[in-house]
């Protein structure tokens, strides 16, 4: 199983990146997808979430409006649109795969992490 992101980098305030998160070892199809990031000395937020057929979003109310998350399911591939960017956004982002299992848990992949960083 790998989640190999990619597409983070320095950016200005008011900036744009997109993030990408490519697949392979498992169902992406069947995975629900999520951006999660850490800045320095803070918690690990959840950033976004996409169900696996792509049909519903949830962003925190920290992006959203400025963030987008979407898949290619034929390509294995989730992003993250960043448009509207803060420092407060700098962090390190990590995509990652979750899906219930039969037996009520829960099974979750996570990738390394790309870091992202806003400032003039």
């Known amino acids: 199983v790998q989640l190999v992101e990619s597409g983070g980098g320095l950016v200005q305030p008011g900036g744009s990146l997109r993030l990408s998160c490519a697949a392979s070892?498992?169902?992406?199809?069947?995975?629900?997808m999520n951006w999660y990031r850490q800045a320095p000395g803070k918690e690990r937020e959840l950033v976004a979430t996409i169900t696996s057929s792509g049909g519903s979003t949830n962003y925190a109310d920290s992006v959203k409006g400025r963030f987008t998350i979407s898949r290619d399911n034929a390509k294995n591939t989730v992003y993250l649109q960043m448009d509207g960017l803060k420092p407060e956004d700098t962090a390190a982002y990590y995509c990652?795969?979750?899906?219930?299992?039969?037996?009520?848990?829960?099974?979750?992949?996570w990738g390394q992490g790309t870091q992202v960083t806003v400032s003039s």
């Open positions: 070892g498992f169902t992406f199809s069947s995975y629900n």
């Open positions: 990652t795969a979750d899906r219930r299992t039969y037996g009520g848990g829960k099974i979750t992949y």
